[in-house]
């Protein structure tokens, strides 16, 4: 035991002339190795927050304005214009005159400092603003674009740290209540017969005549106050009010490699894995990671970043919160029903892959049965939320179960060890859709859904990660797995047996037992919540993941429109064709580029698709083509308007929170918010790191990840754009619902690709055609 282990490095004897200590050596350098380790790190940090602190400009300039100032006094030029002299008359005359000279032109060469650091920030925030270059075609630049990127890169500074553009952020706009409205009414306009149109826009004008104005002047004045005027509140009323189970309704998952497994040994595979973990962690907690830029150049909000690791979810009665501790240096594991508790330290150190293997290796040699309750625990976390509230409330806030459940919410995060193994077998029918049900729900009782994400390792060395959506949005996580998956490939790497490298540290402390005590009624209540969450949620998941490898971004680029527009207009006629009408669908956009921005909706189904997916059906060639192109540019500038502020829902939904608080009721806003998303999709972002050369390793590509249906009776889904040649569909609905079927939505998502694509090849053999008419003849007098 590791109590055992820790307590012969003390050791005393009462002996009559006093008590003799003995103090183990080992046991004393590892206190001093872990001391000088946390006083490193916050050396780091401090050092960190400093340079982000006074970004763009450095430390050392401080240092040049400083002797600029003090050169004048020698020279007698005063740049100050009399300053200098002020503050030092203001000085106390008991310090000497040269003192005094020294010291106000110090104090003046600061103040001017900083005032030159926020005249940056404020010149950068304001460049930063500017967002007119994202509507300019892809490919073409203005002159006034470019000109506005050189100076983005003049005032940006080098080596940013991760955060050292959050203070030249600018605020999320506050879009006008009419453009707002007038896009709403544009997006519901396919959707409504003209009877249930009409009465929308009843509703609307009644909204904008009486309340509106007055709610919109709240949230302005919110708006000037907070950095965000929209993700406090969207972080508390989507997700911590819900008290439906997060299981399946709002966790998503991350697949592993897709075609590659580095070793088949399963606590190998973790123990790089953690290892690299912790390495990004370090770099997190550090500041060190570069922050991601578009176009290389345009900053991206990191604060979502902050809470990837020591994070938890804490059930409430109403509400639940956000716990996220700093430093934490232990991970809890679980393995066939049984809670290890495992240091990630020794000697002021990570642990390295070669002791995390020894360690998780014992933990899968173990025998040792679950205690009661103990197997089932973590279904509580599958549960409604308010149950599991009460159940912790009352059964785990003191004692043992206190403890233990301490240990489980404050792990940098958690680990399940499966005994299934798991992955994507080409050869294998629905290997991918049992893999995406392992990833997103698992058997129900084996992942801590309120951790902010649990890594899954499977037996034959597959990983995969279930992330609890409150504390950020996917990219976040893929930013994190990329990272992990470029490390474990390509700088740790194995043994020829397929283990961690590195020597084998058997004298580690062996992961120890979490301790329950659970109540009999809470075990009968852990049983009936297993059979109604199983076969309620998790069993009534109908899952399909597709690979689709017919063409991918490569081709779509050479048809000259966007692989998002292709893929969701593809989506639209896939609708279409497996329902026979159209519904509101839901796209995801990134608002990063606002300082604490979250996401956006982008109303796919627009009137454009329409026309172009009923023109799919009994319309030339020709017009379908030009339909497509007229569908793709309004997708195009809808994503374009969202992701810079000008988007319809979340203006909306802080409007609709605004009445609640003011205890108005508005027919309007009720309306819009109760609006059902039978279609909901994503784009699961790769490459966002580029530590990997796809072209190179066309094999080290993830499948992306996915989530559950948004209704019970539409579908959810996710895809990812990989390389040039694929493209993966993650699709979910509810096997419950006698409308919906997984595998063949995918069938017509991909003979919807099939089709669209189709038209470009007729479109560009009649461009060649055209072409050759106009190719003169030998005697150069005649055309063909």
Not at 634 to 658: E, P, W
């Amino acid at each position: 035991m590791a109590e055992a282990h820790q307590a012969v490095g003390f050791q005393f004897t009462v002996r009559p002339d006093g008590v003799d200590l003995k103090l183990s050596q080992e046991v004393i350098k590892n206190i001093y190795l872990s001391g000088v380790t946390a006083w490193k790190k916050r050396a780091i940090q401090f050092k960190n927050g400093v340079l982000a602190g006074v970004y763009p400009a450095s430390p050392s300039s401080w240092l040049i304005v400083v002797i600029a100032m003090m050169s004048s006094l020698y020279i007698h030029v005063d740049p100050s214009l009399g300053m200098i002299n002020a503050i030092k008359d203001n000085l106390p005359f008991i310090l000497h005159f040269s003192t005094r000279a020294v010291l106000s032109a110090i104090l003046f060469a600061t103040g001017l400092w900083l005032f030159l650091i926020y005249l940056l920030r404020y010149t950068l925030k304001a460049l930063l603003s500017y967002h007119e270059w994202i509507f300019e075609s892809h490919g073409k630049m203005s002159s006034s674009t470019k000109v506005w990127l050189s100076l983005v890169k003049m005032f940006s500074g080098r080596r940013p740290l991760l955060y050292s553009f959050q203070a030249s952020l600018p605020r999320l706009p506050v879009p006008s209540v009419d453009d707002t409205i007038h896009r709403y009414l544009e997006s519901v306009r396919p959707l409504l017969d003209s009877q249930q149109y009409n009465q929308m826009e009843v509703l609307a004008s009644e909204f904008k005549a009486s309340m509106a104005t007055q709610l919109q002047r709240y949230l302005i004045l919110k708006s000037w106050w907070a950095t965000n005027y929209v993700s406090d509140w969207w972080e508390e009323y989507i997700y911590l009010r819900g008290r439906t189970p997060i299981m399946v309704n709002s966790n998503f998952y991350i697949m592993d490699l897709l075609y590659v497994t580095p070793t088949h040994r399963q606590a190998a595979r973790a123990g790089n894995v953690v290892h690299a973990m912790l390495q990004y962690r370090r770099k997190l907690e550090r500041g060190e990671h570069a922050p991601l830029r578009a176009l290389g150049t345009v900053p991206m909000c990191s604060t979502q970043m902050e809470r990837m690791f020591n994070t938890t979810r804490i059930p409430g009665i109403e509400t639940d919160i956000v716990q996220h501790l700093t430093d934490r240096k232990h991970l809890v594991v679980y393995h066939r029903g049984r809670f290890f508790h495992v240091w990630l330290y020794t000697g002021g150190r990570h642990l390295l892959p070669s002791e995390l293997e020894t360690q998780f290796q014992r933990i899968l040699n173990d025998t040792s049965e679950p205690q009661p309750g103990e197997l089932k625990l973590a279904a509580l976390t599958a549960g409604n939320r308010v149950p599991w509230a009460r159940t912790r409330i009352k059964y785990f806030s003191q004692g043992v179960n206190k403890v233990s459940l301490d240990a489980i919410e404050s792990a940098a995060f958690f680990l399940a060890l499966d005994d299934e193994p798991q992955g994507y077998e080409p050869a294998k029918t629905n290997s991918l859709d049992s893999y995406a049900k392992s990833l997103l729900h698992g058997k129900c009782y084996d992942r801590w859904f309120d951790k902010s994400f649990t890594l899954i390792s499977y037996p034959n060395g597959k990983m995969g990660v279930n992330v609890e959506h409150s504390w950020a949005d996917a990219p976040i996580v893929g930013h994190m797995w990329e990272y992990v998956a470029a490390t474990d490939c390509f700088h740790l790497g194995y043994t020829e047996e397929g283990h961690c490298k590195g020597d084998v540290n058997k004298g580690l402390p062996y992961p120890t037992r979490l301790q329950w005590q659970i109540p009999k009624e809470v075990q009968i209540g852990l049983d009936l919540m297993f059979l109604f969450f199983n076969c309620q949620i998790a069993d009534d998941v109908d899952f399909h993941g597709y690979l689709f490898n017919e063409f991918g971004k490569g081709l779509i680029k050479k048809c000259r429109t966007s692989p998002d527009a292709f893929i969701q207009l593809a989506l639209q006629l896939a609708q279409f064709r497996d329902q026979g009408v159209f519904c509101l669908t839901y796209e995801s956009s990134m608002t990063r580029m606002f300082r604490d921005g979250r996401t956006e909706t982008v109303r796919s189904c627009t009137s454009e698709a329409v026309e172009f997916v009923r023109a799919m059906e009994d319309a030339s060639n020709a017009q379908r083509f030009a339909l497509f192109r007229k569908a793709a540019d309004k997708h195009q500038n809808m994503y374009r308007l969202a992701m810079t502020g000008s988007g319809i829902d979340r203006h909306l939904f802080c409007l609709y929170i605004v009445s609640k608080y003011l205890g108005v009721d508005s027919p309007f806003l009720k309306k819009v918010l109760s609006e059902p998303w039978k279609l909901s999709t994503s784009q699961t972002p790769q490459q966002q790191l580029n530590l990997v050369d796809i072209n190179k390793f066309p094999k080290y590509v993830s499948a992306g990840g996915g989530f559950g249906p948004v209704a019970d009776d539409g579908y959810g889904v996710s895809y990812i754009i990989i390389g040039e040649n694929l493209i993966t569909f993650h699709i979910s609905s509810k096997f419950s619902s006698p409308d919906t079927d997984s595998y063949r939505f995918g069938q017509n998502i991909r003979k919807a690709m099939i089709d669209i694509q189709a038209l470009f090849k007729t479109e560009n053999d009649k461009k060649i055609v055209e072409n050759a008419k106009r190719v003169p003849l030998e005697n150069g007098k005649k055309y063909i």
